[in-house]
């Protein structure tokens, strides 16, 4: 696997060392100026590190000074088809251009956009989908196969590389989660560029988070990937909670709780889901490395759970409460997260 290159998505870096940053959407029309601007709000509250915008007209080019001025966080300018989309996307104040080389026209305009990025010190992410593919490749694969992707993705980078141009970020996305995952194998042993990450149309939040967890979660779990996005058909807020819960998995990003808890069982005589989703809702935006367990069970929980730092058991309408497996004192049910919340202040 090659050495990664390092690019800078405004004062984001991605790549070469950098830790893996979680990006997301806005899905407001464009045309609604407003619902953008406060989706894009949201978003930063949520914790996402990178926005991308769609620019589908020079109508939309105004949502790019009007976010830059709502949030500190860089925004990406999604562009398809029209060339000079990008170069006004770029004048406006866009940290970064998404381009899709094989859809803007000839040489010439890819040219223009290379030497507007080139001027304004703004990366080019390449970004190539399964449903998006040349003919030709198509052809020669006979469908979107991994190596169409990467055929793809590596000869628009030769097309920026041909004119200077090497400040790139790739992703070569489908909707297939195996031939996503060999794609990025494939491109990380090829190219020293960052590599996004994401399953495209990858469904709504049940199934999609079942996809990108596995997708994106078995290339980062192999060192391949800089930054991700976990597309999902709901608020794009849940795919920002959904890339850290992914990173957090594996023990990367910023430190943060990890929540273990029990999947219940005949003995639970507490609303220990309700109870386990409270204290989940609760410790976001929490920056201690601790582990935290919501167990079901008073007669095991505490030995179960031994190595956790602070963690509470059900009983019967009551709690207890236990630090490291030793047991702190009972607390009544309606109590119990509080109580446990108060401790967790206390760490």
């Known amino acids: 696997m090659k ?8 004062s984001v870096p991605v790549g070469k060392g950098a830790p893996v940053t979680v990006q997301s959407m806005l899905n407001v029309p464009s045309t609604d100026l407003d619902g953008s601007v406060q989706q894009a709000v949201a978003l930063e509250k949520a914790g996402c590190q990178i926005l991308r915008a769609a620019i589908p007209s020079f109508d939309a080019v105004a949502l790019i000074p009007a976010i830059r001025r709502a949030v ?32 803007i026209g000839g040489e010439d305009r890819v040219l223009a956009v290379v030497q507007k990025c080139r001027e304004k010190h703004l990366p080019i992410r390449i970004g190539v989908n399964s449903g998006s593919l040349e003919k030709e490749l198509l052809h020669k694969f006979g469908g979107p196969t991994p190596e169409a992707l990467v ?3 590596l000869g628009h980078a030769a097309l920026l590389e ?8 790739i992703s070569m996305k489908s909707s297939d989660v195996d031939t996503t995952i060999r794609a990025y194998e494939l491109c990380a042993e090829k190219c020293p560029y960052p590599l996004h990450l994401g399953v495209t149309e990858a469904g709504t939040e049940r199934m999609g988070l079942v996809k990108s967890a596995i997708g994106i979660g078995s290339l980062l779990q192999r060192g391949i990937g800089d930054t991700i996005r976990v597309s999902l058909t ?14 957090k998995a594996l023990k990367l990003g910023k430190p943060s709780p990890t929540l273990i808890s029990c999947p ?6 507490i609303d220990l889901i309700h109870i386990a989703q409270e204290v989940e809702d609760r410790l976001r935006g929490c920056s201690k490395p601790i582990t935290v367990a919501v167990m079901g069970c008073a007669v095991n929980g505490p030995g ?14 009551v709690g207890l409460l236990f630090r490291k497996g030793e047991i702190i004192r009972k607390v009544p049910e309606t109590q119990l997260v509080d109580a446990l919340m108060e401790e967790i202040d206390k760490l």
């Open 3 to 10: 050495e990664r290159k390092q690019v800078l998505v405004g």
């Open 151 to 153: 055929e793809s993705a």
């Open 234 to 247: 709901a608020d794009p807020v849940r795919e920002i909670y959904a890339g850290y819960d992914i990173l």
């Open 304 to 317: 179960e759970a031994r190595e956790a730092d602070i963690g509470i058991a059900g009983g019967n309408s």
């Open 264 to 269: 219940t069982c005949g003995r639970t005589r």
């Open 162 to 169: 041909k004119h200077g141009f090497t400040d790139i970020v």
């Open 72 to 103: 500190a966080i860089p925004l990406v300018a999604d562009i398809h088809f029209d060339y000079r989309l990008a170069l006004a996307a770029a004048d406006a104040g866009a940290n970064a251009i998404r381009i899709n080389p094989g859809n």
